[in-house]
């Protein structure tokens, strides 16, 4: 088992926090951390006031079944560079923990998770919380959790909509080799075309 921790780092000064996410195996050994890379600035989710944006790139995580996971953050969902990067690099499973309210996203929720797994080969797994928090009452975190792979339409799991649960599935990871064999998608990028994607 290998477990996925949020934990935030205070740096230097106050505004200089960021907010990882760590990966712990069972016996309590430290894998590895992965920073938020995007930080929102939208209705009730004001972070840039309190974390600055991730450092450390696009890491991939060996777990105790030798298998490689990685994690991407909430906001960070929405955003496929970060999430093609953690293919490159090898993830075979990536988890992407949310505090996400009703409106606009809920619609993107459903398309984005799927979106990364068909493009890079790799499963997603997405959680999201639900119920309201107070005092600050933004919305109503929607669930929907789910798990989604490439290989197949639907894994066939998928926990309660709206209420909190623990839920497991059996996953096929060899599959994951086949995918990218039959869809080369790594293959036949052009990286040599695709400059403007990152100037400002």
Same mark, same amino acid.
């Given at each position: 088992? !290998?477990? +996925? +921790?949020?934990?935030?780092?205070? !740096? /230097? %000064?106050? !505004? /200089? =926090?960021t907010t990882p996410r760590r990966c712990i195996d069972a016996d309590g050994t430290y894998l590895g951390k992965y920073r938020k890379q995007h930080i929102p600035q939208v209705g009730g989710f004001w972070e840039k006031f309190f974390f600055r944006p991730g450092n450390g790139g696009y890491p991939v995580f060996k777990t105790p079944l030798r298998r490689r996971s990685a994690s991407y953050i909430c906001y960070d969902r929405h955003f496929p560079e970060g999430a093609r990067a953690l293919g490159l690099n090898g993830a075979e499973i990536v988890f992407n923990p949310s505090a996400t309210v009703a409106g606009l996203s809920q619609h993107l929720w459903k398309i984005e998770q799927p979106a990364h797994a068909i493009a890079n080969g790799y499963y997603v797994g997405a959680i999201n919380r639900v119920g309201t928090e107070a005092p600050w009452n933004i919305g109503t975190f929607y669930g929907n959790s789910l798990l989604r792979g490439s290989a197949r339409p639907d894994p066939g799991v998928r926990p309660p %909509? =709206? %209420?909190t649960s623990s839920w497991c599935a059996d996953l096929d &990871?060899? &599959?994951i080799d086949e995918v990218r064999r039959t869809w080369q998608f790594f293959r036949d990028r052009r990286p040599d075309a695709y400059g403007p994607l990152v100037e400002d």
């Amino acid at each position: 088992m !290998a477990i +996925v +921790v949020p934990l935030y780092e205070q !740096a /230097s %000064r106050p !505004a /200089s =926090t960021t907010t990882p996410r760590r990966c712990i195996d069972a016996d309590g050994t430290y894998l590895g951390k992965y920073r938020k890379q995007h930080i929102p600035q939208v209705g009730g989710f004001w972070e840039k006031f309190f974390f600055r944006p991730g450092n450390g790139g696009y890491p991939v995580f060996k777990t105790p079944l030798r298998r490689r996971s990685a994690s991407y953050i909430c906001y960070d969902r929405h955003f496929p560079e970060g999430a093609r990067a953690l293919g490159l690099n090898g993830a075979e499973i990536v988890f992407n923990p949310s505090a996400t309210v009703a409106g606009l996203s809920q619609h993107l929720w459903k398309i984005e998770q799927p979106a990364h797994a068909i493009a890079n080969g790799y499963y997603v797994g997405a959680i999201n919380r639900v119920g309201t928090e107070a005092p600050w009452n933004i919305g109503t975190f929607y669930g929907n959790s789910l798990l989604r792979g490439s290989a197949r339409p639907d894994p066939g799991v998928r926990p309660p %909509r =709206t %209420r909190t649960s623990s839920w497991c599935a059996d996953l096929d &990871l060899d &599959l994951i080799d086949e995918v990218r064999r039959t869809w080369q998608f790594f293959r036949d990028r052009r990286p040599d075309a695709y400059g403007p994607l990152v100037e400002d």
